[in-house]
Each structure stands twice: as structure tokens, then as C-alpha cells.
């Protein structure tokens, strides 16, 4: 990848591309559920929620199963590289953290086609316009915490959990935008649990 210069090129993405891209296509499919297919506003929004939250389970298990899969095989270190490794490499590239255009429209439509599947052309819109805005909130999240100067507790310990995962235990702390599937699944790490039991400990001595 890095001995070609056009190959590079196009494998450096900014986080901010994220927005210009996908806010429109978010706003272009809620219009398409509201006007074009008539779901009423409490509906609406209670699909977006839904695909928001299915967003965060699919971020966790995307980030888990697959960004930290390793094959046995030659070309399975490539790949794990070419996919996740590299912003492991260097978590500090602001061009490595986001997936670049061609990959993330491709998935864009992939899973746009599974809801259809699943949901039937009239709920699907409002639907994957909140799946797509998790998506959106975890990249710049993810910027963010690389990035920015989280001021709140909850910023400061997104922050503190997504370091661990980076230079601690990354078999560890899966969860980018969100801790509560990692608590779901046991992968809060050991410094998570440790400090769960020092304050077990303390909680019996009083």
C-alpha cells in the first residue's frame, strides 16, 4: 500500500469527510420515509432510535469480530493491517481513523439492502437514517478521543477506555462511542474490574 503513491493517497481519509458525506444522505432518507412513505413523526423517530441503538451492537461485534480477526492464513496479517492494523500502527494519523469513501458508501448500500430485507421498503428509511447517524457519532467519536480535549467525566472516560484498548489489552474495551455493550459482553478489562473490586472491598469495610 505505501509503495504506491495513488493506492496511499486514497487510503488516507479526514474524519470530517464523514459528515459532508453521510449528514445529507441521513437527511435525504428521513425525507424519503416522511414525505415519500408517509410514516408519521412518533414512528419516524422511534425507527431512528432503533437503528441508532442497532448501530452501537453492530459497532462493538464490527470492532471485536472483525477489525481485530487475525486469519492463520499468509495473507491474514495483511489483511488485519490493512483493515485495523494500521491505526493501531499509528493511532495518532488523523487520516487512518475512518474508513475510506469507497468502503463505507459500499456499506452504506449493503446494509440499506438488508433492512429492506428485513424491514419492507416503508420503514426502512427512517430506520437506516438512524443506523447511519451512529455510525456518524462513532467516527467523530472516535476522532475526538484521538484528537480533542474531552471537558466532561463521561468524554474523559470514553477517552481513558478507548486508550486501554490501545495500549493496554486490545482484546479488551470494544466499545468507541459507547461503553455499555463491553459491560454487556465482559470485555470492561482488568483495570475496569480491579477497580470494581477495590470498591467492593471498600464497601464491605464501612
Not at 34 to 46: I, W, Y
Not at 61 to 78: D, N, V, Y
Not at 120 to 130: D, E, L, P, S
Not at 133 to 146: E, P
Request: glycine share 8%; hydrophobic share 50%.
Amino acid at each position: 500500500m505505501f509503495d504506491s503513491d495513488v493506492v496511499d493517497y486514497f487510503s488516507r481519509t479526514h474524519a470530517m469527510l464523514v459528515p459532508v458525506v453521510f449528514v445529507p444522505a441521513i437527511i435525504g432518507l428521513l425525507l424519503v420515509g416522511l414525505v415519500n412513505k408517509h410514516v408519521g413523526a412518533a414512528q419516524a423517530a422511534a425507527l431512528s432510535v432503533a437503528g441508532f441503538v442497532l448501530w452501537t451492537l453492530v459497532e462493538y461485534w464490527l470492532h471485536r469480530l472483525f477489525f481485530h480477526w487475525k486469519p492463520k492464513a499468509r495473507w491474514g496479517e495483511r489483511m488485519h493491517f490493512l483493515v485495523h492494523g494500521v491505526h493501531h500502527t499509528w493511532p495518532k494519523d488523523k487520516y487512518r481513523l475512518v474508513m475510506p469513501p469507497a468502503v463505507s458508501i459500499s456499506l452504506f448500500f449493503a446494509f440499506l439492502g438488508l433492512f429492506v430485507l428485513l424491514l419492507g421498503i416503508t420503514w426502512v428509511w427512517c430506520f437506516h437514517a438512524g443506523f447511519v447517524a451512529g455510525y456518524v457519532n462513532y467516527d467523530l467519536t472516535h476522532y475526538w478521543l484521538h484528537h480533542g480535549q474531552p471537558r466532561t467525566e463521561r468524554g474523559r472516560r470514553l477517552r481513558r477506555h478507548h486508550m486501554r484498548h490501545h495500549f493496554r489489552d486490545d482484546t479488551q474495551q470494544f466499545g468507541v462511542s459507547f461503553m455499555f455493550w463491553d459491560r454487556v459482553f465482559g470485555t470492561m478489562g482488568t483495570g475496569a474490574a480491579q477497580r470494581g473490586q477495590e470498591s467492593a472491598r471498600a464497601h464491605r469495610a464501612v
